[in-house]
């Protein structure tokens, strides 16, 4: 353990209803004394008056005690439940200075329940996801890894390791026992088989823990004014992107984050593909190209009422990318399905 105490604002920073200021090391008790009088009973909040260096009482505030090891870090720890002005913060970090504590370091909680065998690398990584997680998914996928899933599967596999080395060593240290089963390591050979199949099977998963963690990524393509950032504005409900009748505004990527049955998309608007002269609109073909050659997803997006030429779309889709035609109003049924054809 640490012989070093540390505190940080364990909730959102600016002003806030309640704000809570997390206190973590040997000396979380001392300075907890200093502020609020003696510890109260384990996880029991106990409401107390705070007083700073000078002995002037600035908040009336809720205070727990964690003491080692059932705590989140394995050490003692404070936790003050403060009013979230700035005042009020200021004055706890000034006492907490004076109380030898200092300031922590960014995820140095979490390093601490690492080392302190409260949490393994796997679940300390799903902390940091959870707090990130804009999403149903990314919430599900990362409290699933918090408590161990990941974690429960690393572990069956390294146990299937050792007992496959096990065989092979008994059988090259000690071939003359008599308590060593004959072709002790051809017995290793059907567990080292089936562990390979369950790695290769958790692998090809096609990224899809990836996908949900940073987003799956969708790109808008076609050629200029087909409709591509009236579509992206209708899906973001926002005008995210400059639309006008004048082919080429879209010159650069423009990115909206949505939540979308749970899971993160990133949507991206593209210059519409064609070839230019205009270096700056040219660039913004390239980029364009790049974004759709990167994406999860294609959605090509056609002009039912004025088709262009359909070779720079199609050559940028894949098996399983989407036409979205658009403006069917403007022609007949029959036209709109040529179009998509």
């Not at 997390?22 to 008790?29: C, F, L």
């Not at 749970?262 to 949507?267: D, E, F, R, S, T």
């Amino acid at each position: 353990m640490s012989a070093e105490t540390i505190f940080a604002l364990a909730s959102a920073a600016g002003r806030a209803g309640v704000a809570v200021l997390r206190v973590s090391g040997p000396g979380a008790g001392a300075a907890l004394a200093v502020l609020a009088g003696p510890p109260p009973r384990p996880r029991r909040a106990a409401l107390r008056r705070l007083a700073g260096r000078d002995g002037e009482v600035f908040d009336q505030a809720l205070v727990l005690w964690f003491p080692a090891p059932e705590s989140f870090t394995g050490e003692d720890v404070a936790e003050l439940h403060l009013h979230g002005g700035r005042a009020v913060l200021d004055a706890a970090a000034d006492a907490l200075l004076g109380a030898g504590c200092r300031p922590a370091e960014a995820g140095e909680f979490t390093r601490r329940a690492f080392e302190n065998g409260k949490l393994d690398l796997a679940q300390a990584e799903a902390v940091a996801d959870l707090v990130e997680a804009e999403t149903a998914g990314q919430r599900a996928q990362a409290l699933a890894q918090l408590d161990g899933a990941l974690s429960a599967f690393y572990e069956a596999c390294r146990a299937r390791l050792v007992e496959a080395l096990a065989l092979v060593e008994a059988e090259i240290d000690f071939p003359d026992e008599d308590d060593v089963p004959a072709a002790a390591a051809a017995r290793a050979g059907p567990i080292v088989a089936a562990l390979i199949d369950d790695l290769e099977a958790h692998l090809a998963d096609d990224h899809r823990g990836e996908r949900v963690r940073d987003g799956f990524q969708v790109a808008l393509i076609g050629a200029p004014n087909a409709g591509k950032s009236t579509l992206l504005n209708r899906l973001a409900r926002r005008d995210a992107a400059i639309v006008n009748d004048a082919p080429g505004t879209t010159r650069d990527v423009i990115e909206v984050r949505l939540a979308l049955a749970g899971q993160l998309v990133i949507l991206a608007d593209t210059a519409g593909l064609r070839d230019v002269d205009d270096a700056v609109e040219r660039e913004g073909v390239r980029r364009a190209r790049a974004r759709a050659e990167a994406a999860d997803l294609r959605v090509a997006v056609i002009d039912a009422a004025a088709p262009a030429d359909p070779n720079p779309v199609a050559a940028a889709l894949r098996p399983g990318d989407l036409v979205w035609v658009n403006k069917i109003d403007a022609v007949g049924p029959a036209a709109a399905e040529a179009a998509g054809a």
